[in-house]
């Protein structure tokens, strides 16, 4: 099975600045590693995901790095804004074809950008 | 399109009841997975089912069980119910197995045991 960390735990930041959020796994055999965000009393939605094959991936103010030799991936968002605060869960896999343990997911991180 | 959708939305229920819950993944996608979200725990992954088959389990006692229709809708059964069972459930959906395009989830049912 995986072993996720995530940190922090919660994550103070002032509006404008950036955020990053650190995700450590176990499985070496992961090979896709996704980030969701959950609102509060919201559904998690997929914000941004990388695969093996790529380092690094960008969608506006958003993006994921990824070291597969250290077993960490984080997620960086630039100049916060308030309707960044929510709850951020990494959910590293393996997707070997051969079947999956089903996502894992971290223990959340709580970003709250403060005015 | 629609999303995944989940009923009830909230439940209550007595100690050593069981409960039934649903799930309706988006149209054309044939894999659910199912969790548990609670304070102390987080998201807690249950099963996936794909196709009709329970494709992975979670670490649940076996009270939790579920299956999947020919149509992909998906229901979850907890027999014997627990305290401890008061949680979310959320259920998400994707157009594959493994979903490597990501899972949409649902709302979620709020299932509270009295």
């Known amino acids: 099975g995986e072993n996720v960390e995530q940190h922090p735990s919660t994550l103070s930041v002032q509006e404008g600045d950036s955020a990053v959020i650190k995700c450590t796994y176990s499985d070496s055999a992961s090979n896709y590693f996704p980030w969701y965000k959950q609102e509060l009393g919201k559904r998690p939605q997929l914000i941004i995901d990388i695969r093996s094959n790529v380092g690094e991936k960008k969608d506006q103010r958003i993006a994921v790095t990824l070291n597969k030799t250290a077993k960490h991936f984080s997620l960086h968002i630039t100049e916060t804004q308030p309707e960044d605060s929510a709850v951020y869960f990494c959910?590293?896999?393996?997707?070997?074809?051969?079947?999956?343990?089903?996502?894992?997911f971290g223990k959340g991180t709580h970003l709250i950008i403060q005015p | 399109k629609a999303g995944v959708t989940q009923t009830p939305r909230y439940l209550i229920k007595t100690r050593g009841q069981q409960v039934t819950l649903s799930c309706s993944p988006i149209s054309g996608h044939r894999s659910v997975s199912w969790y548990q979200q609670t304070p102390g725990q987080g998201l807690q992954f249950l099963f996936e089912y794909f196709s009709e088959t329970q494709r992975n389990k979670g670490n649940f006692p076996g009270r939790f069980s579920g299956r999947q229709f020919s149509n992909s809708r998906s229901e979850m059964n907890v027999s014997t119910l627990e305290l401890g069972d008061s949680a979310l459930y959320l259920c998400?959906?994707?157009?594959?197995?493994?979903?490597?395009?990501?899972?949409?989830f649902g709302s979620g049912t709020r299932l509270t045991v009295v």
């Open positions: 998400a959906s994707s157009f594959s197995y493994p979903g490597t395009e990501g899972y949409t």
């Open positions: 959910a590293p896999n393996m997707y070997s074809g051969g079947g999956a343990d089903g996502l894992t």
